[in-house]
């Protein structure tokens, strides 16, 4: 607050005008909630809604079409909003990772010397941008639904995937203890390049000799779990989708409305970040390459320690923004009934009438997800930053 | 950007030429021209080779410069003949343009006669249909309005009063009621006019709303920049379908019994306040882009607060942001077609009841295909009207 020097009457102070403003807002923002908070307690005590979270407890008698725990009718109303919580992490996760693979892909696509794939770039950027995204949900949910064949004239574009109107289907591994024993490798091999990475840096501070990292990783990701497989006696038995009567029975069923919702969420963010991408890459001046080149560093290092590190402090925080909108995107599920958080809490508004509640529930959750997500960003960006003397 | 770089240059070197050309100084055309004394006309011109202009040496650049480029040109091209040749015959040769939908058989052309058939309630919704004229002039006035915002030498603050006074027109005549104009009920408003009133209207009175959150997030008043933080913080962090929901299902509990606001307008207030956030945090951007300089001689002329920002600050503050605004616009815009979902009869709602008429149900694809290009003319007009802006206003500061 500015001090000031003028001896005058009170209300020429700086201080006390700040004041004065700040209760006037204060006192404007309480009153307008206390008559909204009136209001709204008057009308529900008319219509004889209990407020409160109580309603959570009881039956949801309603079910759901889609979930990653089991659910039935009788459970609660708190289950089935856990249900849909799940639901669209699902789809958030399944969607970021699909998101950003495309969105790279297009972005350097767009680079490309080659004009035909740096205008079919642009093209999709361009479309895919400009449509909005409930639209390109419903034109996906009515290709699957109208366009694409019934069970008994299901595509079969190669051996293991099916697809037709009640979604698509892929041949899954059948059931073996191999693959448990395969997840755990896979989680070891993780770790193991972890420790790996640490020790390499440390002796490449002290002596200077460099370790190849990259290969020995993947070399340690990909042959831990396939020699886990064949030590457990090289299971190759799989699961394939059979049609049986009206549908197909076995394999791993993505339904209409979860592929319709991942497609178009992908397609549309996918685009934002292929933008976020190519100008990231560009962003990085031809001197800086020059420069790496001209220390002798070859290629791969050029790109890891020299133009990713920069390039990344540009991309990442349009790239926060763009997957989180992927993830409120994802809310519009609702519309093509998929039963992600919010289309249960709708589902749950509708039958009990605590829209309140309810609404708050939706804020609360998405909030949740918004601030957690910027908290890790902003210490994922400290670790960036550029550190300067 | 490049090739405007490389034009530049050569601009450079032709107006040069000229220059010395008039002038008649030591510093001639000739030796401008690498080769030296050896008039321009009568040197032998080497041309380079045909392979390596034209047509020819185009495609070697562009699509053959490397055996991977070479496979995925090839690639590309054989995915087009693959896939090419069935749209358009699906589009263009087995379609049925005219005429009602028993012309058309499912899965054979497209059928576009469910254009002409639709278009009228797809364009307008419920709006009656004698008095349809009055929705299109007030879509065009709006339209006009965005259109007549593009020049920069109007970015003033009379643009401010242009936009208030097409709204109040806009109301006037989807309304009624007054100038001999019969009533039209609100909740007869739909289609493309709903989409645009929704996003004008919407963008109209959401920056207003969005300058001030902005400048009380820069405020050195604890309790307002609270307050704008959490409010701007909050709206940010969640979807906007949750705001909709608020506007269907809560704002009724919030007035006096026997105060009904019809649900175009309590959407109409979602939309504004769901936007105004994101409009403060863009201004917010122009705000801190102005150098303390400015506010220090603003200040030292004896200005107080409000002359400062209104005369000095936000004048220039608004012209840098205007780019992303109209990112904004666009948004806002593909936005809208979110109140289908609370059953608000906009552009996409319009067309999915027409789906729902039996006679139309098999031909989704061709429906939203058309209004798919609705939206993506709206939007591809302004968002490449945004990036010629950008270069224009970014030439200044590279060069």
């Not at chain 1, 990701?221 to 989708?241: E, K």
């Not at chain 1, 009990?352 to 609404?359: F, R, S």
């Not at chain 2, 201004?283 to 107080?304: C, D, T």
Request: with cysteine; proline share 5%; net charge positive.
């Amino acid at each position: 607050m500015q001090k000031d020097h003028i001896s005058g009457p009170i209300w020429t102070s700086a201080t006390f005008r700040s004041v004065v403003y700040q209760i006037a807002a204060i006192s404007i923002v309480s009153l307008t909630s206390w008559y909204l908070f009136t209001n709204t307690t008057a009308n529900l005590a008319k219509q004889s809604i209990a407020t409160g979270f109580g309603f959570l407890s009881r039956e949801a008698s309603f079910e759901i079409g889609e979930s990653m725990i089991s659910f039935s009718s009788s459970d609660t109303y708190l289950k089935a909003l856990a249900v849909g919580a799940l639901n669209t992490i699902k789809v958030s996760f399944i969607g970021i990772v699909f998101t950003v693979t495309l969105g790279i892909f297009v972005g350097i696509a767009r680079l490309s010397s080659n004009w035909l794939v740096s205008k079919i770039a642009a093209v999709y950027i361009e479309v895919f941008q400009d449509i909005p995204v409930l639209l390109q949900l419903f034109f996906w949910y009515t290709i699957f639904n109208n366009v694409m064949p019934s069970p008994r004239a299901a595509l079969i574009p190669f051996d293991g995937v099916v697809l037709c109107n009640r979604g698509v289907y892929f041949a899954t591994p059948a059931d073996h203890p191999a693959f448990l024993w395969m997840g755990y490798a896979f989680i070891g091999a993780c770790f193991l390049t972890f420790f790996l990475r640490r020790w390499a840096k440390k002796r490449q501070e002290e002596t200077g000799q460099i370790f190849p990292l990259l290969t020995v990783s993947i070399a340690l990701i990909i042959l831990l779990p396939t020699v886990t497989w064949s030590l457990m006696g090289a299971p190759t038995q799989m699961d394939m989708p059979t049609l049986n009567g009206f549908n197909f029975e076995g394999g791993y069923n993505v339904s209409p409305e979860f592929g319709s919702l991942l497609l178009g969420l992908v397609l549309y963010t996918s685009a934002f970040v292929a933008e976020i991408v190519r100008a990231g890459i560009q962003s990085i001046e031809r001197g800086q390459r020059e420069a790496a080149e001209s220390l002798g560093l070859r290629p791969l290092f050029i790109m890891n320690l020299v133009i990713l590190p920069q390039a990344l402090r540009v991309i990442i925080p349009p790239l926060t923004s763009q997957l989180l909108n992927l993830i409120k995107n994802s809310s519009l599920a609702v519309a093509i009934g998929y039963p992600d958080f919010v289309s249960t809490s709708n589902t749950t508004i509708s039958q009990t009438g605590q829209a309140i509640e309810g609404v708050a529930i939706i804020m609360l959750m998405y909030l949740t997800i918004s601030l957690m997500t910027s908290l890790f960003m902003n210490w994922y960006n400290a670790r960036m930053a550029l550190v300067e003397r | 950007m490049q090739e405007w770089r490389l034009w530049k240059g050569r601009l450079k070197v032709e107006m040069m030429k000229s220059y010395a050309e008039t002038q008649n100084n030591p510093l001639s055309p000739k030796e401008l021209d690498s080769s030296e004394n050896v008039p321009i006309a009568k040197k032998e011109i080497l041309r380079p080779p045909v392979t390596e202009t034209g047509v020819v040496g185009w495609l070697k650049a562009n699509l053959f410069n490397s055996p991977l480029n070479t496979f995925i040109t090839i690639l590309i091209l054989l995915t087009f003949y693959k896939l090419i040749p069935p749209f358009i015959q699906w589009a263009f040769f087995d379609s049925v343009w005219f005429g009602q939908s028993s012309g058309c058989q499912p899965g054979e052309g497209a059928c576009w006669a469910y254009i002409p058939a639709n278009i009228r309630f797809v364009i307008f919704g419920l709006f009656p249909q004698q008095e349809q004229w009055r929705g299109l002039i007030a879509m065009l006035i709006m339209v006009g309005t965005v259109v007549y915002s593009r020049k920069r030498d109007r970015w003033r603050s009379s643009l401010a009063y242009v936009w208030l006074c097409s709204t109040v027109v806009v109301a006037i005549i989807l309304k009624g009621g007054i100038l001999g104009l019969t009533p039209v009920e609100s909740t007869k408003w739909g289609g493309l006019l709903l989409t645009l009133l929704l996003s004008v209207v919407g963008m109209t009175a959401a920056y207003p709303l969005g300058v001030v959150l902005a400048l009380a997030r820069r405020s050195k008043m604890p309790a307002i920049l609270t307050m704008a933080v959490v409010y701007i913080e909050i709206i940010r962090g969640v979807p906007l379908i949750s705001m909709l929901f608020m506007s269907a299902v809560m704002f009724p509990l919030f007035f006096p019994e026997g105060v009904t606001v019809n649900k175009i307008f309590r959407a109409q207030v979602a939309i504004v306040m769901f936007t105004a956030a994101y409009i403060a945090e863009v201004v917010r951007g122009g705000l801190q882009a102005i150098p303390k300089g400015q506010y220090e001689a603003a200040e030292s002329m004896g200005l107080n607060y409000f002359q400062v920002m209104r005369l000095v600050i936000l004048p220039q503050a608004l012209k840098i942001v205007i780019p992303p605004t109209v990112g904004i616009l666009i948004s806002a815009f593909k936005d809208t077609s979110l109140v289908a979902i609370i059953s608000l009869y906009d552009l996409l709602k319009t067309c999915q009841s027409t789906l729902s008429d039996p006679r139309w149900m098999g031909f989704s694809t061709e429906a939203y295909i058309f209004i798919a290009m609705i939206y993506f003319l709206f939007c591809y007009a302004m968002s490449s009207y945004s990036r010629r802006l950008e270069e224009e206003l970014s030439t200044g500061q590279r060069d």
